[in-house]
Nanobody
């Protein structure tokens, strides 16, 4: 079992920045992929990005590429989502998630492929 606790959400004006954190506990997560998803009211949960712990390789949705950055602190088993130049359309509940993958497996972008989830943190961007 892996437990995830995400935090760092809040209210920010358009153009501002926030940094979300996801602290993992339980099993060692070195063989896991940590993903970030978001869900706005009335919309499907969508992939934001992910990081493969073993290599540090990151992946991003086109909608956030160049504005969001995912990083990890191995010593603290914590993943961060740095969000810059935020837009009102970024408003959503953000979730971190984890799935165990072999190195040759493709990082999934479907939320149903992830096994463990944080509780979510609200991000609101005002115009």
């Amino acid at each position: 079992q892996v437990q995830l606790v995400d935090s760092g959400g809040g209210l920010v004006q358009a153009g501002g920045s926030l940094r979300l954190s996801c602290a993992a506990s339980g099993r060692t997560v070195s063989s896991y992929v940590m993903g970030w998803f978001r869900q706005a009211p009335g919309k499907e949960r969508e992939f934001v990005g992910a990081i493969r712990w073993s290599s540090g390789t990151t992946y991003y949705a086109d909608s956030v590429k160049g504005r969001f950055t995912i990083s990890g602190d191995n010593a603290k088993n914590t993943v961060f989502l740095q969000m810059n130049n935020l837009k009102p359309e970024d408003t959503a509940v953000y979730y971190c998630a984890a799935v165990r993958l072999y190195s040759m497996q493709v990082v999934p972008t479907l939320h149903s492929r992830y096994d463990y989830w944080g509780q979510g943190t609200q991000v609101t961007v005002s115009s």
